[in-house]
C-alpha cells in the first residue's frame, strides 16, 4: 500500500503505450492519401454505435468526476448523482428530438445549427464563446483536477509535482489527438472507457473491503448505509445545509434539465461523436448506451466518496486510520474533499492493481483532455477560420489549421490550469459558472428547432440579455440556488426571444425555420424499448434513494 512500485510503473506504462499505439495506428493514412476535413473532424462519418457511446461517456467522464464529484460525494452524499442519473434520460431526449435535426442538417458542429437557423453573427458569437469556455473553464479544470489526482496518488500530494503533471498530461493527450483527430479520439475512447470502468468499480470494492475491521465487500456496504444513511437521500431537505447546491425536488423537474440539455445536447464535445455515427439509427443506438452507462457511474465516482466520509467520520464500527483527519485538513482548517478518491487509491489499493487503477483515472482524464481539444479545434476551424480566414476553396488547409489550434489551446490552458488550487468543490464551481451563460444558449436553441416564429433579431437580444438576467438572479438579496438561477435564467431568456421575434417578424412563418415533419421523430422498437428501461431503472433509483 502506499507509495507507487516499480509494478505499478510498469503496468502505467503498459497503458500509455497501449493507447498510444492505438491511437496512432488508426490515425495512418494511405500512402499519398490526405486528410479531409470529414476524415479528421468526424471521423469519416463511420463510428458503430458502441464506440459512440464508449467515446461519449469517456468524454464526459473525467477528472471533473471522478475527482470533483467524489469530492462531491464526501461533502453531500449520493444528491450529486442526479447530475448522472438526470443525464441517462436528458440522453434519451437528446437522441429522439435533436440529433434527428442536427444529422438531416449535414452538421460539423453546433454553432453551425445556429447559422443555418438564425444568421453568421450570432453563430461567430457563440463559436468565440465556445473556444474561450473550452480552453479557460473545461480544459484546464480537467488539466488541475487530473494533475491534483496524480499527484496525491503517486507525488507526497503537496503540490510540488502539479505542474510537470499538467504538462505530462498535455503532452500524453495531444500525442495522438493533434494527428489524428476524431478517429484517434473516439477508437482510444472504447478502451479509456473500459478501463475507467474496471479501475473505478476496483476502487470501490476494495474501498468497501476496507471500510470496517473485519472487512467484506457486503459487510461494507451496509456499515456505511447504516453510518452514513442521510447520505442516500437523492432530494434534499430544505433544512439540509448543500440545498443551495441541490435543491430538493427542483432538481428532478427545473434547472438540471436546463444543464443536463445544455450539455449533452448542444456541447460540441460531446454531441460531436453523434454527428460522426455512420448513420442516424446508430447515433441513436450509441446515445442509448451512453445512457445505461451513466447510471453505473455514480457506483464509480459518487460511493467512493461516501466511503471516505465515513473512514473520516470514523463511526463506532469503521476501521481506525491514523491521520486521516490531517490528510484531508487544508491550511486554513477546511476540508478538501477533492482528495477523497485519490486518497483511496493511495491508502488501499496493493501494488500492481495499484497501477491499472491509477491507469483508469489518466484514461479518464486524457480521454477528456484529448475530446476537448478536438472539439475546441473544429469550431475554431469550421466556424471562425473557415468562413474568415480560409483562402482555400478546397478545404485543404483546414487540417493544419485544427492541428495548430489544438496546440495553442492547449498551450492556454496548461499555463492557466495552475491558477485554479483554491477551489473547495471543482464540481460545483464549474456547474455554477457555466450555468451563467448556458441557460441563455440552451433557450435559443430549443426555440431555434421548435418554433418557427423565432427570428435572429429574438435570438441574439435573448442570448446577450441573458446574463445579466443570470448575474441579477445571483446577486437578488434572497439567495436562490443555482440550478434555480439556471431555469429562471433560460425561462426568461425564452420570453426575450419570443417577444421581439414577434415584434420584429415579416412573417407568420421565419424564412430560416427548419420544417420538421412528424416522421423524422420516429425511432424503431430497439432504441424505444432500451428508453424504456433506462426510465424504469431511473424511476425505481428515486424510489429507493428518494
Known amino acids: 500500500m502506499g507509495a507507487f512500485h516499480t509494478l505499478d510503473y510498469i503496468v502505467f506504462a503498459a497503458y500509455a503505450l497501449l493507447i498510444l499505439s492505438v491511437g496512432l495506428w488508426v490515425s495512418r493514412s494511405k ?301 486554513d482548517g477546511s476540508i478538501n474533499y477533492d482528495i477523497s478518491y485519490p486518497w483511496l487509491i493511495k491508502t488501499f489499493i496493493p501494488t500492481g492493481i495499484k497501477g491499472l487503477v491509477v491507469a483508469a483515472l489518466a484514461a479518464a482524464i486524457v480521454s477528456s483532455l484529448a475530446s476537448m481539444l478536438n472539439s475546441t479545434a473544429t469550431i475554431f476551424t469550421m466556424d471562425i477560420y473557415k468562413p474568415y480566414f480560409s483562402k482555400r476553396s478546397d478545404g485543404s488547409d483546414l487540417v493544419s489549421v485544427g492541428r495548430i489550434a489544438v496546440i495553442i489551446a492547449l498551450a492556454i490552458a496548461v499555463l492557466v490550469a495552475p491558477a485554479l488550487n483554491s477551489m473547495p468543490q471543482m464540481f460545483q464551481y464549474i456547474q455554477e459558472y457555466t450555468g451563467i451563460v448556458s441557460p441563455g444558449i440552451l433557450a435559443i436553441f430549443l426555440l431555434g428547432l421548435f418554433w418557427k416564429r423565432a427570428n435572429a433579431k429574438g435570438a441574439i437580444i435573448g442570448v446577450i440579455s441573458s446574463i445579466p438576467v443570470a448575474l441579477m438572479l445571483k446577486l437578488l438579496p434572497v439567495e436562490l440556488p443555482f440550478l434555480d438561477q439556471m431555469m429562471y435564467t433560460c425561462l426568461i431568456t425564452m420570453v426575450v426571444v419570443i417577444l421581439i421575434s414577434l415584434a420584429t417578424a415579416g412573417s407568420d412563418e421565419d424564412p430560416r425555420a427548419i420544417p420538421l415533419p412528424r416522421e423524422i421523430f420516429k425511432t424503431d422498437a430497439g432504441f424505444n424499448v432500451a428508453a424504456y428501461v433506462v426510465v424504469l431503472i431511473l424511476a425505481l433509483l428515486y424510489v429507493v434513494f428518494w
Open 31 to 331: 500512402k499519398g492519401e490526405k486528410k479531409s476535413a470529414e476524415d479528421y473532424f468526424l471521423a469519416k462519418k463511420s463510428l458503430p454505435f458502441w464506440a459512440i457511446g464508449a467515446s461519449l461517456i469517456a468524454a464526459n467522464i473525467s477528472a471533473e468526476q471522478f475527482i470533483g464529484m467524489s469530492g462531491s460525494g464526501f461533502a453531500i452524499g449520493l444528491a450529486i448523482a442526479s447530475y448522472e442519473w438526470m443525464g441517462a434520460i436528458t440522453l434519451i431526449v437528446v437522441a429522439k428530438y435533436f440529433l434527428p435535426v442536427f444529422i438531416r442538417q449535414g452538421l460539423f458542429t453546433i454553432p453551425e445549427f445556429i447559422e443555418k437557423r438564425f444568421n453568421t453573427n450570432l453563430k461567430t458569437i457563440l463559436a468565440v464563446f465556445w473556444v474561450a469556455l473550452f480552453i479557460f473553464v473545461n480544459l484546464t479544470s480537467v488539466l488541475f483536477l487530473g494533475a491534483k489526482a496524480l499527484d496525491t496518488v503517486v507525488g507526497n500530494g503537496d503540490g510540488s509535482m502539479l505542474f510537470p503533471l499538467i504538462l505530462g498530461l498535455a503532452f500524453f493527450a495531444a500525442a495522438y489527438s493533434i494527428w489524428g483527430g476524431l478517429s484517434a479520439v473516439a477508437w482510444t475512447d472504447v478502451i479509456q472507457v473500459v478501463l475507467l470502468v474496471i479501475g473505478g468499480l476496483i476502487t470501490t470494492i476494495i474501498a468497501l473491503d476496507n471500510v470496517t475491521p473485519q472487512g467484506g465487500v457486503l459487510t461494507g456496504i451496509d456499515h456505511i448505509y447504516q453510518t452514513a444513511g442521510d447520505k442516500f437521500h437523492m432530494i434534499l431537505k430544505r433544512d439540509h445545509p448543500e440545498f443551495m447546491n441541490l435543491p430538493g425536488i427542483a432538481v428532478i423537474i427545473g434547472g438540471m434539465w436546463v444543464a443536463n440539455l445544455y450539455y449533452f445536447g448542444f456541447n460540441q464535445y460531446i454531441i460531436q461523436r453523434a454527428l460522426a455515427a455512420k448513420s442516424l439509427r446508430e447515433a441513436q443506438k450509441g446515445l442509448v448506451f451512453a445512457a445505461f452507462l451513466k447510471l453505473l457511474l455514480p457506483v464509480l465516482v459518487v460511493v467512493p466518496g461516501i466511503i471516505a466520509w465515513v473512514m473520516y467520520m470514523q463511526p463506532e464500527g469503521t476501521i481506525i486510520i491514523e491521520g486521516v483527519k490531517n490528510v484531508f485538513a487544508r491550511p
